[in-house]
Structure formats: C-alpha cells, structure tokens
C-alpha cells in the first residue's frame, strides 16, 4: 500500500525527471538576410588553423556570382561535415587579423621579356592593395628557390625586390610552393600562398604530392596561376584543387594583374567558423544563403 | 565511423555476468556453501539465515539531473541528463566476518546526455549516450541492518560513448554520424535511508566522465538524483 505522500514524492521526482532531462532548448537558427539580387554563390576554404585539440578554425571567403563578397553571413548559414559526418559550428566571425602574403614568382628563362614584366605588375598590384597592418614577402624561383624577401609592411623595399628580379634557369614550382608554405608556418593571421609559374616544373626535388602535402599540412591553400599557353595547367590545378586553392590562368598576361587581385580579395573578405572536431581527415564547409548554397572541402591531417 | 551499434556495446554485459559468473562459482546467482560459518561479531547484527549463504542482491535504480558540460564542449550549453543503474553486490555474506569486499558493488549504468549544440546552429542535434560499469565501494559494513544507514560512497568505472549528431540544412539534406569514445567515470554520493519504510533509497550523486575525443578529451560531470529500488539482502 502506497501512502499518499509516497505517490506524491514520487509524481515530483517523475515530473522533475521530465523537465530536468527533456528541457531541449529549441534555437532559431541565425541567418543573415539574403540579397534579391544574388543569383549564385561560391565558397573556397584558403585556411584552416588548429586552435585547439578539438576546435578548429574554418577560413571561408563566400562570393556572389560577380565576385563579391556575401555580407551579413552568420553561424545559422554554414554547416560543416567532417568525412561526411556532421560537425558542430560554434561560431562565425569576420576575419580582421593581419593578412600574410607570400608571392612566389617563377623567374625561369622562358619569363624573359612580356612575361616577367606582367608579372612584376601583376605582384605590385597585390602589394598596392595590401593595407597598412599586412605583410608581404617574395620568393623567386628558377632551378634555385631563393627567399628575396622575409615578410615586411613596407612596400616599396617589396616592390623595388619585385622590380629587381631577373629571368634565368629552369623552373621548380614544386620546390618553390613548398617553400612558399614553410614561410608561412610560423606567422599568425590570414595566410595566402600565390604560385606564378609559365611553365612546367622540371628541376624540382620535390613532387607535386609532397607541394600539396606541405600545404595541406600547415592549413593553407596554393593558390595556383599559370602565364602563358607552355605552363601545365593540369599539374597547377590539381595543386590548387587538392589545397582549396584557386587555380587560374592568363594566356597573354594582360589579365594577370586582375586575376592576382581576385585572389586577394577572397582573404581581405575572409570569415572565420570555429567548430568542435569529431573526426579527423576531410572538411567540408557548406554554405545555405536563401535557397542557394555552395560548399567547399579541404583536406586535413 | 559506424552508424551504427558496433559489438563493443556487448562488451559490458558480457563482462557484468562474468562477474556475476564468478562471484557465484556454480554459476548461479544464489548458492549454498556447505562450510558453516562463524556468526558475526560486527556490530552485533541480528542477521541469520542460511550459513554460507552467498547472495547477489541486484539494486535497480533510476536517475536525473543537471549535467555541467566542461573541456572539449566549447559553445555548448549545460542541460539535464538521464540514466538508468543496475547496482550488483555480489559478494554479500551473511554470518560471515566482515571484510572490505562486503562493501564492494558493482554497477551498470546507461547514460542519457542530451546536448545543446551552440545556438543558433541550422538543424543540428546532438545526443551522447554511454554504457559504463563501475565499481562502488560504500562507506559501510553490509552485515549490518542497512535500512535505515546512510551510505556514502565512491565510484570508477569505465565505459564506451555514443555521440550522435544529425544535421539537416538545405546544403547538406540529413547526415547523421554515429561516434563512439571510450572513457571513464568517477563519482561521489550517498544513499540515503529508506524512504519511509519502502525499500526505496534516494541517492544524491555527482558523477564526472572523461570520453578521449580523436585527440582531445570530453569531460562532464552530473549533478543528479537517483531513486534506487534497494531491498534487503536475502538472507
């Protein structure tokens, strides 16, 4: 026989169960407002930094269909997988740390003349644009890589650098990109990787495995352009592809300058996501603005 | 990986009836002893009955409470959780001398922790679930009448974690991806006396799991009240 009191203890300890146990929070999901008046959407991750053991950082630059960047994104509008299999977001933030830039020009034979000269513009026009509070460094390559120039906000000692190169050699791209991410390893911000080569690597040491691999390996992206109709666009792309890097090409060199500024703006509009790692390997980031969306992936670890 | 159970949730089951198994040499739950035995002298309990008698008293027992989320769950917000123990006290032996293993109990425990994933999140939840067995030593002399004790007690133990998550965004359609860590538990509690004169003890607890995570380390720890079906040992 159960007193009264007893049941009522126990109907309190069920209730409290209950609540205790199912008081499931329900969140709206926070997403910015979308603009009528994009029709597309594209998304690149150029970055991904450790911060801690089990949260990572996500670099995203989110573009519309001209190239713009997406402005107002928040946590509700990116979604992450990790091999496939749901990531947790914490949270969603613009990017205003330092941008570290590393140009990595090809100075072989064959750039003598046109090539060199669009080059030289084409660098210089990403050192312009740069803002006060960011660095840049050089590296130049033939057969021998060679760092010109260590990272520095001063941009003409840069710029006179760029404006000293001279064309001679074979070219090792490979060696060169490797390179390029090893400089970026110990420096803190925005991290951009930019490859400019006229033709196929034929002195390097290292593969185009073991560019990606190093670049893969420090979180960053190689961003990839090819000058000319000789260089391998085949090879540069699938660096490109492979790091979450951008892989472009200007036949002629009269678009250089644009296309090396296009890469630019995607780290000056950069968004940082931070999510809890559940699984090591694959990310992919996923973009839902309106009813478009637009995802991206970069291998890990 | 798996989406699904894999075969090492049977592993404390299996492990839990081979202790019941060797507690109990013929492989029954209850047995005779043909050795007769000394009555006790502690506490000059009144306990009699069969001499040599080995027991196992199963103490099935319920819980809930607040669960204080810590290292590896930044963003999250703390909620309840839920879980339901299987106390076995397998080296119960009336009328024999009190020794440290008559305070000795094992328990099975599966845990219910639902998590709140950062806000604001597009359609994701998130669940863990854990099956642990402990070992429990309470701070008291089980020969004696333990209606009316209180019981504090302590606990470690060991177990394998679920975390499932599943997202569902335009981006992504519904994803799920089942984990499972292995970890280990700690806690502190005390069962209380008898509820009135039921065999029903109410057992404050605070409890503290620590689950490996790729390479990084999960821990929470439980502010709960448990209500434990507690009948006395058959004698």
């Given amino acids: 026989m159960i007193r009264p009191i007893s049941r009522s203890f126990a109907a309190v300890l069920v209730v409290a169960a209950l609540t205790g146990t199912g008081c499931r ?33 996500i670099f995203v630059s989110a573009l519309d269909q001209a190239g713009n960047p997406l402005a107002g994104l928040q946590i509700g509008n990116f979604s992450i997988l990790e091999n496939g299999g749901p990531g947790v977001p914490i949270d969603v933030a613009t990017v205003n740390e330092p941008l570290y830039v590393v140009l990595v020009i090809d100075r072989s034979g064959s750039m003598a003349g046109s090539n060199t000269t669009a080059a030289n513009n084409a660098a210089i026009a990403v050192v312009n644009a740069l803002a006060p509070t ?44 490797v390179e390029g991410a090893k400089l970026l390893l110990n420096v803190h911000g925005r991290r951009m990787l930019l490859v400019l080569t006229d ?93 478009l969306t637009a995802s991206a992936s970069k291998q890990l670890d | 990986m798996s989406s699904r159970f894999s075969t090492t949730w049977l592993v404390f089951p299996a492990l839990a009836l081979t202790l019941l198994l060797s507690a109990s040499p013929a492989g029954a739950v209850r047995l005779s002893d043909t050795k007769s035995s000394k009555p006790t002298q502690a506490g000059g309990s009144s306990m009699s009955g069969e001499d040599g008698d080995t027991n196992i008293r199963l103490i099935p027992a319920f819980n809930f409470g607040y669960n204080k989320l810590g290292k590896g769950y930044e963003g999250y917000s703390d909620l309840g959780n839920a879980g339901l123990d299987l106390y076995i006290q397998p080296f119960r032996a009336p009328n024999q001398p009190t020794k440290a293993k008559h305070n000795m109990l094992f328990r099975f425990s599966f845990d219910y922790f639902p998590l709140q994933v950062p806000k604001q999140n597009l359609g994701l939840k998130e669940d863990m679930y854990s099956a642990n067995l402990a070992f429990v030593y ?8 333990t209606e009316q004790a209180w019981l504090p007690f302590f606990s470690l133990g060991i177990g394998r974690y679920l975390d499932m998550v599943k997202l569902n965004s335009a981006a992504t359609g519904t994803v799920q991806r089942n984990r499972q860590y292995s970890g280990f538990n700690a ?49």
């Fill in chain 1, 199 to 291: 033709g196929d690597d034929n002195s390097s040491t290292n593969t185009s495995d073991d560019a990606i691999k190093n670049v893969n390996d420090r979180g960053l992206s190689a961003n990839m352009v090819g000058l000319g109709g000789s260089s391998g666009p085949t090879a540069l792309d699938h660096i490109a592809s492979e790091t979450g890097g951008v892989f472009a090409q200007s036949l002629t060199g009269s678009d250089l300058d644009t296309i090396f500024l296009g890469i630019l703006t995607r780290y000056q509009n950069l968004m940082s996501i931070r999510y809890r790692r559940r699984e090591s390997g694959r990310v992919t980031a996923y973009l839902n603005y309106g009813n």
């Fill in chain 1, 134 to 177: 960011d660095y840049a460094a050089l590296i130049e390559f033939d057969n021998v890589v060679r760092i010109t120039s260590g990272f520095t906000s001063d941009k003409s000692a840069i710029i006179n650098f760029i404006n000293a190169g001279q064309p001679l050699g074979a070219t090792a791209v490979y060696d060169a990109t």
């Fill in chain 1, 25 to 57: 929070r329900a969140t709206q999901a926070l997403m910015g407002d979308t603009d009528a008046a994009v029709s597309s959407v594209s998304m690149t991750i150029p970055q991904v930094d450790t911060q801690t053991n089990n949260v990572y950082r």
């Fill in chain 2, 138 to 145: 309470q701070f008291h002399k089980l020969n004696l009448q």
């Fill in chain 2, 187 to 235: 806690s502190v509690g005390m069962a209380l006396p008898w509820f009135k004169n039921f065999p029903i003890r109410v057992v404050p607890e605070i409890r503290y799991h620590r689950v490996k995570v790729v390479d990084s380390i999960a821990t929470n720890m439980t502010y709960q009240i448990g209500l434990a079906y507690w009948p006395k040992a058959k004698q």
